[in-house]
């Protein structure tokens, strides 16, 4: 009988051989990797924190936890149901990266200078995810709280040999013709003899894009009442609030414009989309030594990439779910063996440190910034010597280039939280890759930044 059976099984395992037109040693020998090739995504995620390392994500995951009795979808989710990978950070010539020279090594799969956007070391300009997903067919969209025209974002978009080129990087937008362009910015699109405008020319670039058959809003209820094929949302003239500034009722959250790009580029489309969101405010945020605020913009980053989640669990063998970060700000994080109570003292801060800049100005009074403290940072004590720092303007040591209000009420909320910073810069610190989806296992493991690029190319480029 056993015999029988066993006779049984390679006639059936010759003729599936047959039929697929291989001989049996063919069929036994086949590679685990070619028998099995990882699905190509139909629906793409790309998350970027901006300036967020791994302390950013876990001081925001124990604030949420012991503030508000709440989890955080990157760690909950994201990482226990799929992979997490590590990712260098350096660029083609320094230690230490800008915004540019890493989003170009995620966008291009290639080492750049900083300050090069999607250029390689070498000159070379290959092409960027979202033009490879342009030829697939597939929607594209960008969306930041930073200019749209910003690093990061036009990493992803084009190719310019510097950062600041601003009207080259919206020309290489109009080629691209991305579905959903949504962020601030909208300084560099009024003609110059606009209030507010700061480009060179008369240039009317919302009036550009609207010829091209845009959509244009520049508010909340605009962005939700949006239709159409191709939309352009400017909600500021610079870049965006901080989430503590933010004026609810006209500025769009993250995880509300996100939620507008699924409806956006989901409605109608069988050839799929990828898209962009990124959180330009933990960087700014980490360069102000402002640790409210980087939680505040890390848990609008979480609720963000929820709502890609929930699109997952709809969609789970179509989509793929990346969160990642071009490089680390400021090496923020806790010492000193501090109470957990010192994070609910972080969430009684009721504005952004770049708020506090603003509204004490270039010449503070002493008792402007009493009074600033003792509305805006209750519980607070601002020692003697932070104070004279912010009224006689003293940097606060060679390592922090922040402004001196701002690195002064830093150091009183460090003081009373044990909450420090190694810098007011950029660090080389690896970041890490989360990954859940079609082809996550990709991301896996200690790749270089280029790699993330790479690996994502080779999906694309297999969906047809």
Not at 7 to 12: G, R, V
Not at 38 to 46: C, E, G, L, Q, R
């Amino acid at each position: 009988m056993r015999q029988k059976n066993l006779s049984k099984l390679f006639l059936f395992l010759a003729v599936a051989a047959a039929l697929s037109g291989r001989s049996l040693i063919a069929f036994f020998n086949t590679a685990p990797s070619e028998a099995a090739q990882p699905a190509a995504p139909k629906y793409v995620f790309i998350f970027l924190a901006d300036g967020a390392g791994v302390t950013h994500m876990e001081i925001t995951r124990l604030f949420n936890q012991h503030v508000h009795k709440e989890g955080l979808v990157i760690p909950d989710k994201i990482m226990k149901e799929g992979l997490v990978g590590l990712l260098t950070t350096h660029a083609a010539n320094s230690l230490v990266t800008d915004s540019s020279a890493g989003a170009t090594a995620l966008a291009c799969g290639c080492k750049a200078k900083n300050g090069a956007v999607g250029m390689c070391e070498d000159g070379r300009m290959p092409k960027t995810v979202m033009e490879i997903a342009k030829e697939q067919n597939m929607r594209v969209g960008l969306v930041t709280n930073s200019t749209v025209y910003d690093a990061t974002p036009a990493a992803f978009a084009g190719h310019v040999t510097n950062r600041n080129l601003y009207s080259a990087i919206l020309e290489q937008y109009l080629s691209l013709e991305p579905n959903l362009l949504l962020g601030g910015g909208r300084d560099q699109f009024l003609p110059r003899s606009h209030p507010g405008s700061r480009r060179r020319d008369d240039s009317d670039v919302i009036a550009t894009f609207k010829n091209k058959g845009y959509a244009y809003v520049s508010d909340r209820q605009g962005l939700s009442e949006s239709k159409g094929g191709k939309v352009l949302g400017l909600f500021s003239l610079k870049d965006m609030s901080f989430e503590l500034d933010r004026d609810k009722d006209k500025e769009p959250s993250l995880s509300e414009m996100t939620r507008a790009a699924i409806r956006l580029l989901q409605e109608g489309n069988d050839r799929g989309f990828i898209v962009l969101i990124e959180n330009e405010n933990i960087d700014s945020a980490a360069h102000m030594l402002d640790a409210a605020s980087v939680i505040q913009a890390y848990r609008e980053f979480d609720r963000s990439v929820g709502l890609a989640y929930e699109f997952y669990k709809k969609h789970p063998a179509d989509t793929l779910i990346l969160v990642t970060s071009d490089h680390e700000t400021g090496g923020m994080g806790f010492t000193g063996y501090p109470p957990f109570e010192s994070l609910k003292k972080i969430a009684s801060i009721r504005i952004s440190l770049s708020k506090a800049v603003e509204l004490l100005g270039p010449k503070p009074s002493a008792e402007a910034v009493d009074q600033l403290v003792a509305e805006h940072f209750k519980g607070f004590v601002l020692a003697p010597e932070f104070k004279e720092a912010i009224i006689k303007r003293k940097p606060h040591g060679p390592t922090f280039r922040s402004n001196p209000t701002a690195a002064g009420l830093s150091a009183m909320i460090s003081a009373h939280t044990q909450l420090h910073w190694i810098s007011s810069a950029h660090t080389n610190q690896p970041v890490f890759v989360a990954a859940l989806g079609a082809g996550a296992e990709r991301f896996r493991g200690y790749q270089d930044n280029t790699d993330f690029a790479k690996q994502l190319i080779a999906l694309l480029e297999r969906k047809k």
